[in-house]
Every structure is written in structure tokens, then in C-alpha cells.
């Protein structure tokens, strides 16, 4: 089966456009128009990768990433004519991996997706056993999943990325830049703090099952690292 991609927008022009271009680059492309119809698509047909609307009818686009992020982990690419600094944050905060402003080109629009299905290991470059075990965390990287105590829990595709590169090389202390340039890989230009605010939320889901025995440490002026304590 091919990549499946779900299209949330309401300007059906905009919605005719990009379903041609996606299906004509090989994904095989759902479409809705409102909130309410994203999570019963989800749920039918599981898309890797939700292009999500900021402002839709009925539930607008950020109320339906939160909903979306407790029903399961796609990729998700939040799609806004909000150019400030702060709502681009807001949609991350609320469980986006990526962001568009429009207007926007289509062949960025693919490239995004690519970028995020990298992230997500969809290009089939998995390793031979790629299990890391730090402390109570049990990180998959085969099947892109982490258990905490035998809890799963249940990361944004960055996120795992991020945990990931983090708790590969324990102590070892990563500038903003580099977990940007690692988490996002393109070129397009994001600022450094929103690295901070994908560290917040795994912070929190990490905390959630117990203690998070400061697994993710902040080296103040300079960036993060995983805790060298918690290396088996």
C-alpha cells in the first residue's frame, strides 16, 4: 500500500489542486473539507500524513490537530495564513511537526511531505536492531515506539526524532540548530526556539506515566541533552 495522505480544507479550488498534484507524485490522497470529518477519515483509513487547515467550518484546524494527536500519530503539516511568529508556535504546541503559510508552491508543499516521512522512517531504511534502552524508556526506532515502564507513549513524529537523537548519545550536549537541522533536515529557515517547544511536550508525555527524572536536561545558552545517568 502507498502513502496515504488526508487533505483538510475548505476552498475546494485549493483542495482540486493539490490532490492532482499529490496523486500525480504517487500518494494515495483523502480529502475533507471539515474537522468533523478528519477524525472519522482517520479513523477508517489511518493517513501517515494529515495537511491540516488552520481555519476550518465547524472545528477549526487547531482543536482538530489536538484531537487527531489523541487518536493517533500521523505526520501532521499545519496550513496557515497566519504569517506571526507566536501562531506558528501555537500549532506546534498543539501537535503539529511542520507548518505552510500560504501562499505556497506545491513543490514545497511536497517537499515538507517528504521531509516528514523521513522523519516518520517511511523510506525504509531501517537498521538491523535499533532498540535503545535508557533508564525505564524503551526507544524502537524499527517500529517508532516508546515505552516508559512498559507504558507506550504516544509521540509526535518529531518528537520521537528529537528522543531519539537525544537519548542515542547520553550526555553528549546538542545546540538548538542541530536538533532543528536533524529534526527538520530541509533547508527552510525556522527559528531555533522552536526546538524549545517540541522539547516542552515531550517533556510533559514523558512525565505523564510518573516522574520524568529530568531525562531531557537544559545546558543553558546552548541547548539539550539526555541525562548520562540514565544509560544502561
Known amino acids: 500500500m502507498g502513502i496515504k495522505v488526508l487533505i483538510v480544507e475548505d476552498e475546494t479550488k485549493i483542495v482540486s489542486l493539490m490532490e492532482s498534484y499529490l496523486?500525480?507524485?504517487?500518494?494515495?490522497?483523502?480529502?475533507?473539507?471539515?474537522?468533523?470529518?478528519?477524525?472519522?477519515?482517520?479513523?477508517?483509513?489511518?493517513?501517515?500524513?494529515?495537511?491540516?487547515?488552520?481555519?476550518?467550518?465547524q472545528m477549526n484546524g487547531l482543536d482538530t490537530c489536538r484531537l487527531l494527536r489523541q487518536s493517533g500519530s500521523p505526520g501532521i503539516i499545519m496550513v496557515t495564513a497566519k504569517s506571526e511568529e507566536a501562531d506558528k508556535i501555537v500549532g506546534l504546541e498543539m501537535g503539529a511537526d511542520d507548518y505552510l503559510t500560504k501562499p505556497f508552491s506545491l513543490r514545497e508543499l511536497s517537499a515538507r511531505i517528504r521531509s516528514l516521512l523521513r522523519r516518520m522512517n517511511h523510506?525504509?531504511?531501517?537498521?538491523?536492531?535499533s532498540v535503545l534502552r535508557r533508564?525505564?524508556?524503551?526507544?524502537?526506532?524499527?517500529?517508532?515506539q516508546v515505552f516508559k515502564e512498559g507504558q507506550e507513549l504516544h509521540l509526535t513524529p518529531t518528537e520521537f526524532k528529537l528522543l531519539h537523537l537525544l537519548a542515542s548519545k547520553p550526555g553528549r550536549?546538542?545546540?538548538?540548530?542541530?536538533?532543528?537541522?536533524?529534526?527538520?533536515?530541509?533547508?527552510?529557515?525556522?527559528?531555533?526556539?522552536?526546538?524549545?517547544?517540541?522539547i516542552s511536550k515531550l517533556r510533559k508525555k514523558?512525565?505523564?506515566?510518573?516522574?520524568?527524572?529530568?531525562?531531557?536536561?537544559?545546558?543553558?545558552?546552548?541547548?539539550?541533552?539526555?541525562?548520562a545517568d540514565h544509560e544502561n
Do not use: C
Not at 27 to 56: C, E, F, S
Not at 178 to 185: G, V
Not at 206 to 227: D, P
Open 173 to 198: 550536549v546538542y545546540s538548538r540548530m542541530q536538533l532543528l537541522q536533524h529534526a527538520f533536515e530541509e533547508e527552510f529557515i525556522i527559528d531555533e526556539r522552536t526546538i524549545d517547544s517540541h
Open 23 to 57: 496523486q500525480a507524485e504517487g500518494y494515495d490522497v483523502l480529502t475533507a473539507m471539515d474537522g468533523n470529518t478528519v477524525l472519522q477519515l482517520y479513523r477508517q483509513h489511518k493517513p501517515d500524513i494529515v495537511i491540516l487547515d488552520w481555519m476550518l467550518p
Open 135 to 144: 533508564g525505564d524508556l524503551t526507544i524502537d526506532e524499527d517500529s517508532l
Open 206 to 227: 514523558l512525565e505523564k506515566s510518573g516522574r520524568s527524572y529530568e531525562y531531557i536536561q537544559t545546558v543553558y545558552g546552548f541547548g539539550y541533552r539526555f541525562g
Open 123 to 129: 523510506n525504509g531504511d531501517s537498521g538491523a536492531n
